[in-house]
């Protein structure tokens, strides 16, 4: 499978072969000795741009660079850059990809990725755009599941908190509809459902679930429990 | 000569749109930008009758032709509408608006979030056919929005 110049963006971009294809080469790196993993990215650079706050994916992202013996530019606070001077967004990304090899990106705005990735002639990897896409974290959490479960396949999955605006569920759960004999269990309070537009696919799909408001009641026989947070931030009022 | 009564003016040559749905005409006038032409003559008729939809709006608008961005335009507002193309009074060709599967440039993304809004971009849209039901589906922020929900750029 050819992943030269291949964008990570959205989950949707993805066939189940190529998932199953990135867990497998996942799984190889995992056990490779540090020794030859720190061969693989020498000489390279990646740009981490993150235009809205990161722990765990930014520094995720340069600890697997620097693993893999490259190194990294960027900035994890645009109050830092020339995007308070007035910058476009399009000019500061184009700026970074004369200075690295692959470059990976969060931001506020849905649709930024993948804007870059059509913009710019390195790869790029959408690390969160907005209440959209968080694409890597999905394939880290089906990776763990399939780590912790041995398949992906037959699991009944229970995800729960912020089903709105939390983009790893969104992502997750149409990951998931690629998979056989899934059945997920949707609970949140009823101002934090699911969005009609992925239940919706997963209806279309013919992936089996059901919605609960309540964590007590919905609870029974899941192989997996998947809890996020409220994402207070992309509240409209931010109350 | 054609000895046919016509409830709106007919012009000897330019454009006329038919099959517009019933009280879609002003919405089609403005999204082609010709509510405020001050160059052509433009005559319409709001609910006449027809035997295929009951009702139906008609634009006539004299020395204009329209390119294939402003039939998908209307297709978006109206899409069985027909395009006849006059020439010296009479028709020289007739083209069904379709809906085209992708979109450019054309719609506006309801999504204050969304990139198109903030950054000089054409904007991309997929059209989705869920049975009777048409969605448009931003390539960029990828939120599907219903057809009363978007605007036209």
């Given amino acids: 499978m050819d992943f030269n110049m291949k964008h990570i963006i959205s989950i949707n971009d993805f066939q189940r072969e190529e998932i199953d294809y990135i867990l497998d080469q ?214 | 000569m054609n000895d046919r009564p016509y409830k709106v003016y007919r012009i000897e040559n330019g454009t006329v749109i038919d099959h517009i749905q019933g009280s879609k005409a002003i919405r089609v006038l403005h999204v082609l930008g010709l509510d405020t032409d001050m160059n052509n003559l433009i005559t319409m008729g709001i609910n006449l009758k027809s035997k295929k939809f009951g009702k139906k709006d008609v634009i006539k608008i004299e020395n204009r032709y329209l390119s294939k961005k402003e039939f998908d335009k209307i297709a978006i507002v109206s899409p069985d509408a027909t395009v006849n193309v006059i020439k010296d009074g009479k028709r020289s060709e007739k083209h069904i608006v379709k809906l085209p599967g992708k979109i450019n440039g054309i719609i506006r993304c309801p999504n204050p979030d969304c990139i198109t809004r903030k950054e000089k971009i054409e904007s991309v849209f997929i059209t989705q056919h869920n049975e009777d039901e048409i969605k448009y589906r931003c390539h960029y922020c990828e939120r599907s929005f219903e057809k009363e929900c978007v605007s036209i750029i």
């Fill in chain 1, 26 to 239: 996942s799984k190889k790196m995992e056990e490779l000795p540090q020794k030859d993993k720190i061969e693989l990215f020498k000489g390279k650079v990646m740009a981490s741009l993150f235009f809205e706050p990161s722990t765990r994916t930014k520094d995720s992202f340069i600890s697997a660079c620097l693993k893999m013996g490259g190194n990294h530019v960027g900035f994890s606070d645009t109050s830092s850059t020339s995007l308070k001077k007035g910058e476009t967004f399009a000019d500061t990304i184009r700026m970074y990809e004369k200075y690295s090899d692959i470059l990976v990106i969060r931001h506020s705005i849905e649709g930024a990725a993948r804007y870059a990735s059509e913009i710019l002639s390195i790869p790029v990897i959408n690390g969160g755009d907005g209440a959209n896409q968080h694409p890597t974290q999905t394939l880290l959490d089906l990776y763990s599941i399939k780590k912790s479960k041995g398949s992906i396949d037959n699991n009944n999955i229970l995800i729960a908190g912020d089903l709105k605006y939390g983009r790893t569920v969104h992502s997750l759960s149409l990951a998931l509809s690629l998979f056989d004999n899934i059945n997920l269990t949707f609970v949140s309070p009823p101002s934090l459902r699911m969005p009609d537009e992925i239940t919706e696919m997963l209806r279309n799909r013919g992936v089996s679930f059901s919605i609960y408001d309540n964590l007590e009641e919905a609870v029974r026989d899941n192989d997996i429990i998947y809890m996020t947070r409220i994402q207070r931030e992309r509240f409209p009022n931010g109350a």
